[in-house]
């Protein structure tokens, strides 16, 4: 300090600045095409391509179109997919999410055989299913939990059978990573991964997903099961928990508002980490591009490039097709 070796004018940072190559050489985060998940809805039908009012280039797809879209999906090299689904008939039980020709199951057979080299993630969780659109069964306005579990253990099972190459539960309901994980093996699919919702939180960004995939609740709210914004620590306590359930990568949504949490949980596993960059945060982004105020593509490289940086290994993106089409110039 003070003989001049260590500040500046010796020291200068813009040295390694000074060139798009030298830019390049100290880069520390990279975003990278394998990095990516690209979420999609899936709804009953034929030549179904609705698109979702809130969410720009985003539709929801009946299965024909959705082999259509995986075209070009494929094409530019995004390694996988997590499907949702917009049935059109709900229930109390969730039995269409259940049954083995069910829409994702269908879904998936279609996809698998099309494209086998594709990893086709699927959404296992109720709140679509269910007439009241919570995450859980219900009784009176309790959501409960481990009457909830073996309902999410057999459609877990039924994707399996289906052909899913992986599990993706976003229901936040307690031991719900246990008891699909029990039930995969106890079915022969021991080797069907699990990607684990650890840290959900009870979110405003998740408005235009509602619009998109027809889920919103109809009585209160999701705060008993998914998590106080104002939580960190529990986020990481989250995780950890699944982890010992033995969930295969842990997930934290949202995304951009919660990169503490992203940055926490990275420290504590060795597990891959997955990060949802939720519909919110993509269409603030759109709305805000759309009346001129900032440009789509380079904020949305930003911000993608951030959520790596906090220490997410994997990145589920309604952007994805455009981030790929950026990376691969
Ligand atoms: C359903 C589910 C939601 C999202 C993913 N799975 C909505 C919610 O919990 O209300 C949100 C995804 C997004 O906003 O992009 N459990």
Known sequence: MGNGQTQFPTVRPRRLRASPALRRM????????????????????????????????VYQFSVDEVLNELEEVTELGIPAIDLFGV???????GRHAVADDGL?????????????????????????WLSHGHCG????????????LPVLARMAVSHARAGADMISPSDMMD???????????GAGFSNVPIMAYSAKYASGFYGPFRDAAQGAPQFGDRS????????????????????AEAADIVMIKPALAYLDVIWQVRQR??????????????????????????????????????????????????????VARVLNG
Not at 286 to 299: D, F, K, T, Y
Request: charged fraction near 25%; charge should be negative.
């Open 26 to 57: 100290v880069r520390e985060s990279q975003l990278h095409v394998d990095d990516l998940i690209y979420p999609l809805f899936v709804t009953a039908g034929e030549g179904v391509r609705n698109p979702v009012a809130s969410m720009p280039e």
């Open 87 to 93: 049935p059109l008939e709900k229930d109390l039980e």
């Open 104 to 128: 994702i199951q269908r879904a998936v057979k279609a996809i698998k055989e099309k494209f086998p080299e594709l990893v086709v993630m699927t959404d296992v969780c109720l709140c679509e």
């Open 137 to 148: 069964l219900v009784r009176g306005e309790t959501i409960l939990n481990d009457e909830t």
């Open 175 to 185: 031991g719900r990573v246990q008891a699909i994980r029990s039930a995969l093996d």
């Open 224 to 243: 008993t099961y998914q998590m106080d914004p104002a939580n960190a620590r529990e986020g990481v306590r989250e995780a950890l928990l699944d982890v």
């Open 269 to 322: 596993t060795l597990l891959p980490v997955a990060a949802y960059n939720v519909s919110g945060e993509y269409s603030m982004i759109w709305a805000a591009a759309n009346n001129g105020w900032l440009e789509l593509e380079r904020v949305m490289m930003e911000c993608l490039t951030s959520i790596k940086r906090a220490g997410a290994d994997l990145i589920l993106s309604y952007f994805s097709k455009r």
